[in-house]
């Protein structure tokens, strides 16, 4: 398998038994067997079906800003875009970038050419594919305010476009996430500015994400999805959890909607902290939390 895998993406690409806590904000996680970096559409199409010839599983990782591994790991490939696959086109007021390239990179090359409406992700650690498959937001703006289309890569192999409106965008969804797609590359549509009024606006997110946010700890951002009428945070607050912690795993005090690392957690020590976090809301308040974290690996 391993032989396989370079002869496609090239040995430098390949790892064998990849600390998956250097891939993910949460910086927790065990070994993925094998951690590739495609850097085309066909490296990437060519580990997918090599797995499958296999019967190995496979998980496309961006930044892993959202995710949480397993201490035990992943059997099997990961798929890792990030900083690979990562290119930005500028023209006119549309930016074209691959599916690796990081949301705060695009939000620094539109204001660099004036333009407006991508101010909101400056501070989002994600990358470009895993922004449009969740629908990423912060402060107001969604990914679907600013997407014109997004290629993907179909689970058959094909190469498909779909428009603003075929992409299904709802609350930390779309149609990506729903068919199990791959992001390969997103046209945004922004507007003409002024980039020293873009950047004051970045800079002013840039000091509210610090004052409010525990951005000095390992995290996945907000840990759980708004319920409708009510903001997970608040719920949590509610129910006497600020600060509560199991093992390194804690309610942020800073903002209750995080749960951090500390410094020396566990995933395991994070998900008993999530479902617990669930349960004693549940009992609290009647309402069930949803994680907006991605759980990978035997839990």
């Known amino acids: 398998m391993l032989e396989k895998l370079q002869r496609l993406a090239g040995a430098e690409h390949v790892y064998a038994n990849e600390p998956m806590k250097n891939h993910t904000t949460f910086r927790v996680g065990g070994l993925a067997r094998w951690l590739v970096e495609p850097?085309?559409?066909?490296?990437?199409?060519?580990?997918?079906?090599?797995?499958?010839?296999?019967?190995?599983?496979?998980?496309?990782?961006?930044?892993?800003?959202?995710?949480?591994?397993?201490?035990?790991?992943?059997?099997?490939?990961?798929?890792?875009?990030?900083?690979?696959?990562?290119g930005i086109e500028i023209h006119g007021t549309e930016i074209t970038l691959q599916a690796g390239a990081l949301l705060m990179r695009a939000s620094h090359a539109a204001?660099?050419?004036?333009?407006?409406?991508?101010?909101?992700a400056s501070g989002i650690p994600g990358t470009m594919g895993g922004a449009v498959v969740m629908n990423a937001g912060a402060y107001g703006g969604e990914m679907r305010d600013v997407v014109k289309s997004a290629r993907v890569l179909t689970l058959d192999g094909r190469r498909e476009e779909y428009v603003r409106e075929e992409l299904?965008?709802?609350y930390r969804r779309s149609r990506i996430a729903e068919e199990g797609s791959i992001v390969l590359e997103v046209t945004l549509e922004l507007e003409q500015g002024d980039p020293e009024q873009i950047r004051a606006q970045m800079e002013d997110l840039r000091v509210k994400r610090m004052e409010k946010q525990p951005l000095e700890y390992g995290s996945a951002g907000s840990t759980f999805k708004r319920p409708e009428g009510y903001f997970a945070g608040k719920l949590i607050q509610d129910a006497g959890l600020r600060g509560f912690r199991i093992g390194d795993a804690q309610v942020s005090e800073k903002h209750c909607g995080f749960i951090i690392n500390r410094g020396n957690a566990t995933a395991s020590q994070i998900a008993e902290l999530i479902e617990e976090v669930r349960e004693r809301v549940l009992a609290y308040s009647g309402i069930l939390l949803e994680p907006e974290v991605k759980f990978l690996g035997d839990f």
């Open 111 to 120: 204001m660099r050419e004036g333009l407006t409406g991508l101010e909101f």
């Open 39 to 86: 850097q085309s559409v066909e490296d990437l199409w060519g580990v997918i079906e090599v797995c499958r010839e296999e019967g190995v599983p496979c998980y496309v990782v961006g930044n892993g800003s959202n995710l949480l591994v397993s201490d035990k790991g992943y059997d099997g490939v990961i798929l890792h875009l990030f900083k690979n696959m990562s």
């Open 168 to 170: 299904r965008f709802g």
